[in-house]
């Protein structure tokens, strides 16, 4: 589903490397770019996976809606990665904008193609395809063997390494999506973010509370002491 801001839709030829994807032989591609507004779907879950996406600018959130009526966010996709590649021929999330976000797009069937002839290739999808399932299972521990405070503490480190490094970063997503993706209420994250600021492992800049100083490592690398 394309709902976005802009309307021009005509290919430009670019390279692999305008992915970040190595080549041995670095072919021209058809590259597209949309840009989506706060909140609009990228695609839906169960649509055709026609496509592979790189967040240019902004962020993405991927998620199912359970039986429930809950949604549970499995990744959140920032400036650089690449996201929507299936091992089906639909999408098995949801792909969302949580700001306005610039995306490329590639046809799936290019980039297979190309993987046909290309070893370098090749090697780049199965590295993706690895991080993917490494991340899902670093998820799962992450859900399935730590407290609130231990996930909340996990999360603005895994944040701090992929936005600067450098213990000051704004969060693209809401203390809801932050909930969603641990597994919380959205409650227990605003306590654990308290308890964590009390102890003087974090700070927060501005009135939104979504621009995070992180102070302390060790607290949040061993938080125990601070949980319930």
Known sequence: MFLRITTDQTPRLNSLHDLGMTSDTNPLVSLIEFTYKKGAEI???KEP????YQ???GAVRTYKLLSDGRRQIGAFHLVGDIFGLENGST?????EAMIKTTVRLIKRQSLETVADSDAAVTRNLIS????????????MLL???KDAVERVAAFLLEMDERLTGAGNMT????????ADYLGLTLETVSRALSRLRRAGALDF????????????????LRPAELAD
């Open 43 to 45: 695609y839906g879950e």
């Open 49 to 52: 996976a026609e496509y592979v």
């Open 55 to 57: 967040v240019k600018n």
């Open 91 to 95: 999408h098995r999330f949801t792909a």
């Open 128 to 139: 993706m395809t690895t991080k993917s399932l490494q991340h899902a299972e670093d998820h």
């Open 143 to 145: 859900l399935g063997r």
């Open 171 to 178: 969060l693209p997503m809401s203390r809801r999506d932050i």
């Open 205 to 220: 800049v501005g009135s939104t509370q979504r621009e995070v100083r992180l102070l302390d490592r060790e607290q949040l």
